[in-house]
């Protein structure tokens, strides 16, 4: 399983297809059967890309953040088993 730790972008260049972009290149470059990443509850933008990206939500960490928000662990199968 491999784990991508963060990806942005800058809210000038955004909804050009670059999160989608980024996304595929970490998918491609671990070359793991299983990806997950976490995002905050409030991220609404970015659960909506990682959903139409086939991910969807594995895990719940409450109060995960520093301000005590909590963190939506999301999970795709890239290969089969």
Known sequence: MG?????C???DFRRQ???EQLLRICEQALDVHRVRL???ESNKDARRLYE???YAEADRWVRYYRD????????KWLHPQ
């Open 17 to 19: 297809g670059l999160g």
């Open 9 to 11: 972008v800058h809210p």
């Open 68 to 75: 005590k928000e909590d963190g939506i662990v999301m999970e």
């Open 38 to 40: 976490t995002l905050r």
């Open 3 to 7: 784990w991508i730790a963060t990806i």
């Open 52 to 54: 139409r990206m086939g």
